[in-house]
Each structure stands twice: as C-alpha cells, then as structure tokens.
C-alpha cells in the first residue's frame, strides 16, 4: 500500500513539473490583405526563426494591377511577393502600416505619395519591431511610387538601426524596377551591407512564385537553428530524479508514515519555481 502511494505521488509531482517547465511560445498571425487596409492588424514578430525577417509595404488601392489573387485570395503585389520569401527562406514577417490608413482609391492614393515625397514627408508607422536587434537578414520590400521608395519607407530606416545587419531590397513596379533606390538604401545605412535585391514587374507578378524561390534561395542564407526542446529535457531530468529514488528501501521501513517516506511538497514546490537544483 506505501509502495502504491508513493507511486502515486511521484507521478503527480512528474506531470505537475512537466506542466511548470513548458514555454509556449506566442504563434505570430499572418495578415490577411484585401483591397482595404483599415480592417488590418499587424502582429509584432516573436522572432521564432532567429536570423531572418522579410519586412514589407503593400498599399492595394481599387485598380487591378496592384494586387494579384493566389488560389482565391486577393493580395498586395508586394505583399505577395513577400509570403513567398517568408515561406521560402524560413523567416518572420512584418508588414509595414501609416498610422493614419492611406486612401485605397487609386487617384487619391497617387496624389497623397506625390504629397509626401514632395514635402519629404516622414508619415508614422502603426506598429514597432521590438525585437529588431536579433535579426540577421532583413528582406525589405516596397512599391516603386513615383521613382522613389514610398516616404514611409524612409521613417522605417529613420527609425531602426541596421548596422552590422544585411539588408535584401524587393520590389514590384510599373516599369521603373528600383529606379535609384539601392543606392539610396545604402546611403540610408551606411553600417550595413546592402545586397542588390530583386525587382518585378506588377505585370509578371503573378506567375513568379518560381523566379522569387530561385532568387531567395541563390542567396543562401542560414536559416533559423533548430532550438532544443527544452520541456523534454526538463522532462528527462526528472525521470532521472524519480529513477534515483529509492522507493523499494522506504517501504521496507515499517515504522515510517507514508507521507515522511515521499518526497517533500517544500522539493517539489522548489523545482516547479525555479526548474532545477
């Protein structure tokens, strides 16, 4: 009857410990993008891949050739283009908003870009990367708006420090590719090596899943090291603990109270607080 008891208890305190010793980890939510952005969310990245972040800009507004449809879903060409980076190399996302949402209709879209570049205008963006510093390789994507990088994407290099950090400009554009925007990229962030990047048309957008997966991969970057698992190896640890008990001994011991022969509540509180000894 000890024997069964003490058993009993060391299999709860197991499955107690395991339960404190498991992280669980926030997923990160892609957003889903219409032809409207205000009813949007953006998730901060929880860095799950450790190197690699594809951060991009997709403004659609009501004119076709801003947006392609991939298997029923209506998307952004720049945005598109970005999923396909992120699912290839492994990375988390980041999509970049105005504070104050743009205008989805095209003519006034247009003007408001030729607005701000006029004015060099820096608008506010909506969401911060807070772990920004732990990444490696930063994919950059953006439209090309009246030959230039929307304004926004000079408030995004304004507002990170890139240095010691490789930058891989993507674009998508009427006609124009990157126009000057690399070199301005690097003028932007001197400490920081600029790769050459990868400019398609809105035209061919569409059907260039294949020439974005090729390009991404010509990079060779290192993904993401795989983490240990770190719940298993409490786990394990624990399984060794309880081998390590002498159970058959304490219930030899006639004279002993069930409870004194099993392992305190004080240890057992102690290793669900602070994982191990």
């Not at 570049?117 to 994919?139: C, G, H, L, V």
């Not at 993507?170 to 003028?187: A, D, L, R, V």
């Amino acid at each position: 009857m000890k024997k069964i008891i003490s058993l009993f208890m060391v299999l709860t305190m197991v499955l107690s410990l395991a339960a404190c010793s498991t992280n669980q980890s926030p997923s990160e939510s892609t957003p889903e993008e219409s032809s409207s952005q205000t009813n949007e969310s953006t998730p901060t990245p929880s860095n799950t891949n450790g190197k690699n972040l594809v951060v991009y800009f997709s403004m659609p507004d009501n004119v076709d050739d801003s947006t392609v449809v991939i298997d029923g879903e209506t998307l952004g060409n720049t945005q598109y283009m970005a999923y396909v980076i992120q699912e290839t190399v492994g990375a988390d996302i980041f999509r970049i908003e105005p504070e104050t949402p743009y205008p989805t209709d095209h003519d006034e879209l247009v003007d408001l870009a030729s607005e701000e570049q006029s004015n060099n205008a820096r608008p506010a963006i909506k969401d911060t990367i807070e772990n920004f510093d732990t990444y490696e390789n930063i994919f950059v994507g953006y439209p090309n708006w009246w030959g230039d990088m929307p304004m926004i994407l000079y408030s995004f290099f304004d507002e990170y420090d890139f240095s010691g950090k490789t930058i891989i400009p993507f674009n998508t554009h009427g006609g124009s590719g990157f126009s000057g925007t690399i070199s301005t990229i690097k003028e932007l962030e001197p400490n920081a090596e600029v790769l050459d990047g990868k400019s398609i048309s809105r035209n061919d957008i569409q059907d260039a899943e294949q020439e974005i997966v090729d390009w991404v991969n010509s990079l060779d970057l290192k993904q993401a090291e795989e983490q240990p698992d770190s719940s298993a190896e409490a786990q394990q640890e624990i399984v060794d603990w309880v081998n390590s008990l002498d159970l058959k001994q304490a219930e030899e011991q006639p004279d002993s109270s069930a409870e004194a022969q099993q392992p305190t509540m004080g240890r057992f509180l102690y290793l669900c607080r602070f994982g191990y000894e």
